[in-house]
Every structure is written in structure tokens, then in C-alpha cells.
């Protein structure tokens, strides 16, 4: 089997060097780690039986799409949770429980039928949570590879969708600090760590004040 790895993200290399590491004698593997070497024409030359995209941020090009197998890793239990920062929007709803979810990719958003789906704790540093993402999705992976698997299609009637968070969301306001609960603003701080822009507040001198580390 051919098995293209493409991502940008630390914890999607993880897993394709894992699977690499357990398949290099049964499979060939094609690996691009940063957005700017991918190249189209490769991929295609290279006659790929498996795509796996996982943490990728651009439109994926229809051809790949529509005419090969190509898999995503969404961090939540789809099909809740659909669209962008989907790990921070769940702990922001006070979540503690998720989902890593490998599903094949059409041209909808995140509406793809399901490889594999296992449940996540949502507590920690947002390392802990990449680590999870990173052993849930290595042993997901191989149940594909292994054709260890059923599709199944998402339930639409349970679906919900929510945008990508912006550097801007990352503010705790005046407001927030005065409604909301100790709870709540533990979890914007702790998910806000790198890679993502940080929670800040904003002083009476127009700077911002990034709060790395809370504690209740």
C-alpha cells in the first residue's frame, strides 16, 4: 500500500512517524511536514492507496478528495463539534470528555463517514490533550491501515458547527471576569496555550497582560 502523510502540526508527526516506524516493511510512505514542500504533482506521481491529512488547515484540492482515500482527524466526537479550534470550543462549553474521529473526506465539511471514533479526556495542559490525540490517533491509524473497521455515516439530526477562534477571543474581559466562574476562566487560559494565541487581559495602558498558567 502506498500511504501519503501530510500535516504541519507536531502531533500529526508524531503519529505518522509511529506508523511509519510499525509499516515501513509492509508499506511505502510519502511524508510532508511543512505546508509550503507539499506538491500536488508528487502526490499524484506517487499513486497514493491512502491520504492521510490529518491537522491540515487549507482546502484540500477535489482531486484528492474525490478520487482517492483520503482521511482527516477531527479532535471531537463528530459530527458535534464540526469546524474550526474544536478543542477549544469544547472545554470553553465545559466539556470533559471528547473524541479523536478519523473519517474519509468528501466535500462537505467534517461530514465525511466515520473510520474510527474513541472517547478523549478534555483535562490538562492542552499537552496532555495533544498527547491523547497523538496515542488515540496512532491506534486509530492502524485500525484503517489493518482494514479493522466499519463506515459509518454521521448522524445528522446531532450535528453542530462552530468558527474558528481568532487572536481577538483569546481577551478576558471585564465582563467575564465579573459573570463568569473560576471554572470557566481556568479553561480559556489552559486552552490557549502555544501553539495557540494566548489569554490576556488588557491593562489601562492599552497592553496586554498573556496569562500562561492558572490554577483554581
Known amino acids: 500500500m502506498n500511504i501519503a502523510c501530510i500535516t504541519y502540526r507536531d502531533w ?20 510532508w511536514r511543512k505546508k509550503d514542500d507539499f506538491d500536488a504533482f508528487q502526490l499524484k506521481e506517487f499513486k497514493p492507496d491512502l491520504i492521510l491529512w490529518y491537522g491540515w488547515s487549507w482546502m484540500v484540492d477535489e482531486t484528492f478528495v474525490n478520487n ?3 482521511v482527516m482527524l477531527h ?9 474550526g479550534s474544536p478543542i477549544q470550543n469544547q472545554i470553553i462549553n465545559g466539556e470533559k470528555i471528547g473524541a479523536v474521529t478519523l473519517f474519509k473526506m468528501n466535500e462537505e465539511l467534517d461530514k465525511g463517514d466515520i473510520y474510527q471514533q474513541l472517547p478523549m479526556s478534555l483535562t490538562g495542559t492542552l499537552d496532555d490533550i ?16 489493518n482494514n479493522n473497521y466499519t463506515l459509518r455515516t454521521q448522524d445528522e439530526s446531532k ?23 473560576a471554572e470557566y476562566l481556568y479553561n480559556k487560559i489552559r486552552m490557549l496555550n502555544d501553539p495557540y494565541p494566548n489569554a490576556f487581559i488588557k491593562t489601562f495602558d492599552g497592553e496586554k497582560l498573556y496569562i500562561i498558567k492558572s490554577k483554581i
Not at 13 to 30: A, G, P
Not at 75 to 83: A, C
Request: glycine share 2%.
Open 68 to 70: 482517492y482515500e483520503s
Open 12 to 31: 500529526a508527526l508524531d503519529i505518522y512517524e509511529k506508523v511509519q516506524d510499525i509499516y515501513n516493511d509492509k508499506h511505502n510512505f510519502l511524508m
Open 75 to 83: 479532535p471531537s466526537p463528530l459530527p458535534k463539534y464540526r469546524g
Open 159 to 181: 450535528s453542530s458547527y462552530y468558527k474558528r477562534r481568532s487572536a481577538i477571543d483569546s481577551e478576558i474581559t471585564l465582563e467575564e471576569l465579573k459573570t463568569k466562574s
Open 130 to 145: 495533544f498527547r491523547r490525540i497523538s496515542d488515540l490517533g496512532f491506534a486509530a491509524t492502524c485500525d484503517i491501515i
